[in-house]
T-cell receptor, first 112, second 113 residues
Framework: SQQGEEDPQALSIQEGENATMNCSYK?????LQWYRQNSGRGLVHLIL?????REKHSGRLRVTLDTSKKSSSLLITASRAADTASYFC????????????FGTGTRLTVIP | GAGVSQSPRYKVAKRGQDVALRCDPI?????LFWYQQALGQGPEFLTY????????KSGLPSDRFFAERPEGSVSTLKIQRTQQEDSAVYLC???????????FGSGTRLTVV
């Protein structure tokens, strides 16, 4: 079964707007990661945030993590049509296992 | 290699047929993972290798699924007596550490008819 859930399931915005996606998870984690998947392709790693970090930036991406609420958010600023994809959060649990558990994904559509 | 390579890209199998899916991870990556992704869903964990050792196979859905990585590099996921519910994209990923992201291959889309 999947560990996390993204919200919303689908998001449609105009190019240039910001997109915010949320992720909730269930168990204690070692880190949380965000991935992007274009239709019919593999997943691409975007950013990793450790459990002792609260915010991280990478280019137009900003990720926050609130371990007390077991939630994370991904903000994409100044969106582009090329950002159209599905976005997944994935958690590495704190039990030492190396495998990641993925959420159900947010389908983002950026309209040119 | 520069990335994770999976083959074949597409596989159509008749129900009851055995299939073998190959994954060539990034050279030097110790950890290798297999995931199954149904249409419109997130990837579901199948199994995990550290070098040649299969440390976790709790996600394999039945004993028809078998994975190996005999020399700690290339891995093969084998599905015996395929069923229609096995139709999915099978993703392989490799990683070189607990706090590093995964690098995924493009996947093998398996269709069982």
């Amino acid at each position: 079964s999947q560990q996390g859930e993204e919200d919303p399931q689908a998001l449609s915005i105009q190019e240039g707007e910001n997109a915010t996606m949320n992720c909730s998870y269930k168990t204690s984690i070692n880190n949380l990661q965000w991935y992007r998947q274009n239709s019919g392709r593999g997943l691409v790693h975007l950013i990793l945030i450790r459990s002792n970090e609260r915010e991280k930036h990478s280019g137009r991406l900003r990720v926050t993590l609130d371990t007390s609420k077991k939630s994370s958010s991904l903000l994409i600023t100044a969106s582009r049509a090329a950002d159209t994809a599905s976005y997944f959060c994935a958690t590495g649990d704190s039990g030492g296992a190396n495998n990641l558990f993925f959420g159900t994904g947010t389908r983002l559509t950026v309209i040119p | 290699g520069a990335g994770v390579s999976q083959s074949p890209r597409y596989k159509v199998a008749k129900r009851g047929q055995d299939v073998a899916l190959r994954c060539d991870p990034i050279s030097g990556h110790v950890s290798l993972f297999w995931y199954q992704q149904a249409l419109g869903q997130g990837p579901e964990f199948l199994t995990y290798f550290q070098n040649e050792a299969q440390l976790d196979k709790s996600g394999l859905p039945s004993d028809r699924f078998f994975a190996e990585r005999p020399e700690g590099s290339v891995s093969t996921l084998k599905i015996q007596r395929t069923q229609q519910e096995d139709s999915a994209v099978y993703l392989c990923a490799s990683s070189n550490g607990l706090n590093n992201g995964y690098t995924f291959g493009s996947g093998t889309r398996l269709t069982v008819v």
